[in-house]
């Protein structure tokens, strides 16, 4: 089944993440995609409208970004988001200059409600901005529908060509009444019906899945994390016994975690294969120090150890995996740079012995993905279960990865674990972990010099993987958790707490 689709096209702005999940959360299906694949993605998407979003550039630079014309005649009606406002206004015949000043945050807004979008709206509010540009001249047809004291044109309209533009950012907190702009783009300029929601993407997906996959039979990468059971529910739901679950121990899982995915899953009727490889991990591991080839050796060597037990299986057509929307563009899809090739996507090695992959849960930001766990059935606790690398404690047990270290990451990571949960503070931080790195630094330890590993806590909240921001954690927690680590782990003496927000920082280390 088909959903009414949004284009966003990215022209490199901060918040394009955001302004998807906005639409989806308003009930329409929505993709982001680059500026330069315009006609391409209309083509193929079918969309009932698209948005441009903000991005860096002034649109007088030479090579700064812009659509393609012909995406205007395509009769789709058009959301410019700041940046997107500007090059729309400067692609059509209109004038762009830069302002004295920046206008930079919360700035009072006057609207015009005759516009439809701000139908219904109180026509004074706040808005965000964020520019230094401003359309000086409109193009031709096009009328102011906002005012600010600083900006002239700070929204416009071209209601004939259903063309509309904010300079300011409608998707951020701080713009009041934003999402009410974005619905009435949605539903009173695209006329939008609203299909999108889990209940429908669970019974679309489970049939597109059988119809995929037929007669032919799937294996699971069940890590025993959210995304990878929820993609097992959607699975087992579809296809049921054509589906075997394989779960890979790679000897880089939490402690006691890998006989606890055994006793969830292999107690459901489900078909569940448990392979212990941590031998076999750590061998190929030994010595590796940069964190892309430890990713990418994790990721190859799950794969080779899949097209192992698919043998044995026997005909094994598709191999199913939990990768869900921010791994996806993270690893470089679209414009976007790449940070780091998350194991399941970047990390696959060129050559994989399936006839296809299957990712089902590929167009989902995580909350998205629990919404829809909940909707097929999987229990509160599993669902809500902090998020887990694919490559384990192996990007958190830092450079080249020896016995010791794991261990302590892993007995650390133990500790702070349940002392969140004696805090209650494991139903509120998004995920907390530890780190050991590779260096080591002087202490002392009943009267005697100590040269050990200091172990880093990170506790970060966030609602989408995109950003995170970091727990304000209270003091007592803290010295609770440092308190148990230094008497507990072996090899440790000095326990760090890592105060970097994603950006600049990522929320693991590797
Ligand atoms: P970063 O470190 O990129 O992490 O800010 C964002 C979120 O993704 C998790 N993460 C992964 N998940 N495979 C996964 O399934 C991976 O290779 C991987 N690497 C990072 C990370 O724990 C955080 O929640």
Redesign the pocket.
């Known amino acids: 089944m088909k959903h009414e689709t949004v284009l966003v096209l990215d022209f490199g702005g901060q918040y394009n993440e955001l302004i998807a999940r906005r639409v989806r959360d308003l009930g329409v299906y929505c993709e982001v995609h680059p500026y330069k694949k315009a006609l391409e993605k209309i083509k193929e998407l079918c969309p009932i409208g698209i948005i441009f979003t903000g991005g860096p550039n002034s649109v007088y630079e030479e090579g700064a970004p812009k659509v393609d014309p012909a995406v205007f005649h395509q009769g789709l009606p058009i959301l410019g988001l700041c940046y997107g406002l500007q090059m729309m206004s400067q692609v059509l015949g209109g004038e762009v200059k830069s302002a004295p000043t920046r206008e930079f945050g919360k700035t009072p807004v006057r609207y015009d409600t005759e516009s439809l979008l701000f139908k219904g709206m109180p026509q004074e509010a706040i808005c965000w901005m964020s520019h230094v540009d401003y359309v000086s001249r409109l193009p031709e047809g096009f009328t102011a529908i906002c005012h600010t004291a600083a900006t002239p044109n700070p929204g416009i309209q071209c209601k004939e060509k259903n063309l509309y533009g904010v300079q300011f950012h409608p998707e951020v907190e701080h713009t009041q009444f934003g999402n009410d702009i974005l619905k009435n783009f949605l539903y009173e300029i695209c006329h939008a019906k609203g299909d999108w929601s889990m209940k429908d993407y669970a019974r679309s997906t489970v049939e597109a899945l059988r119809e995929k996959i037929g007669d032919g039979k799937v294996l699971l990468a069940l890590s025993g994390g959210v ?1 990878s059971s929820v993609a097992a529910a959607l699975l087992d739901r579809a296809v049921g016994d054509k589906l075997t679950c394989i779960f890979v121990d790679h000897g880089l899982m939490r402690k006691n975690e890998g006989d606890e995915v055994e006793a969830a899953f292999a107690g459901r009727g489900m078909k569940f294969i448990r392979v212990n490889a941590e031998e076999r991990f750590l061998a190929k591991l030994a010595g590796v120090t940069e964190p892309e080839r430890k ?1 990418k050796i994790i990721g190859e060597e799950f794969i080779r150890v899949f097209e192992e037990e698919a043998k044995k299986i026997g005909k094994v057509d598709f191999l199913a995996q939990g990768t869900i929307y ?2 996806v563009i ?1 690893s470089g899809a679209g414009d976007a740079a790449v ?2 090739s ?3 996507v970047g990390g696959l090695p060129d050559y994989v012995d399936f006839k296809e992959i299957v990712e089902p849960l590929r167009l989902l930001f995580k909350d998205e993905v629990r919404r829809l766990g909940l909707e097929l059935g999987l229990p509160e606790q599993l669902v809500w279960r902090q ?5 384990g404690l192996g ?1 958190r047990c830092l450079g080249a990865i020896t016995r010791d270290r794991l261990e302590a990451v892993r007995e650390s990571d133990a500790i702070l674990r349940d002392e969140f949960q004696r805090a209650g503070l494991n139903k509120t931080v998004w ?1 907390y972990f530890t780190i050991v790195p590779e260096f080591r630094s002087v202490g002392v330890r009943g009267g005697e010099r100590s040269f050990e590993y200091p172990v880093i806590l990170r506790a970060v909240n966030n609602v989408d ?1 995109m950003t ?1 921001e970091v727990e304000e954690l209270a003091w007592p927690v803290l010295h609770r958790v440092t308190d148990r680590i230094l008497r507990e782990v072996p090899g440790v003496n000095r326990v760090c707490y890592d105060l970097s927000p ?1 950006p600049v920082a ?3 280390w590797e």
Do not use: S, Y
């Open positions: 995304d990713r921010p791994d993270e940070i780091k998350h194991h399941n998020p887990f690398p694919g490559p990007v995920q993987a995170a994603k990522t929320i693991e």
